[in-house]
């Protein structure tokens, strides 16, 4: 499966954003899909996850609340709606197809497409 991150963009603190993952290839409904984000001069972190029936999600703390993921596999997409955006919320964002480990690590996700710019004004 390959996978592409869009929907990025410049948007004020408080403002809202929805992000795109698209794939392809005939087993994306198979896989669980994973959010990444990655500041400036930084690692790449966690932000969420979905699995492949849409009835479990896992976030990182920062989001909860803020930013919901979904997935629609008739589209062979998953989203990432990230509401109540702050300037600390700016980074690339990615998306990739989980593996196996724990969520949290880069190392359990493969299938990383390019990343989308998420810029928060304050």
């Known amino acids: 499966v390959q996978l592409q991150a869009s929907g990025g963009g410049l948007v004020q603190a408080g403002g809202s954003l929805r992000l795109s993952c698209a794939a392809s290839?005939?087993?994306?409904?198979?896989?669980?899909v994973g959010w990444f984000r990655q500041a400036p001069g930084k690692e790449r972190d966690f932000v969420a996850v979905?699995?492949?029936?849409?009835?479990?999600?896992y976030y990182v703390d920062s989001v909860k609340g803020r930013f919901t993921i979904s997935r629609d596999n008739a589209k062979n997409t998953v989203y990432l709606q990230m509401n109540s955006l702050k300037p600390e919320d700016t980074a690339v964002y990615y998306c990739?197809?989980?593996?196996?480990?724990?969520?949290?690590?880069?190392?359990?996700?493969?299938?990383w497409g390019q990343g989308t710019l998420v810029t928060v004004s304050s």
């Open positions: 979905i699995n492949w029936s849409n009835d479990f999600t």
């Open positions: 990739a197809a989980y593996q196996s480990g724990s969520y949290y690590y880069t190392s359990s996700f493969g299938s």
């Open positions: 290839g005939r087993t994306f409904s198979s896989y669980a």
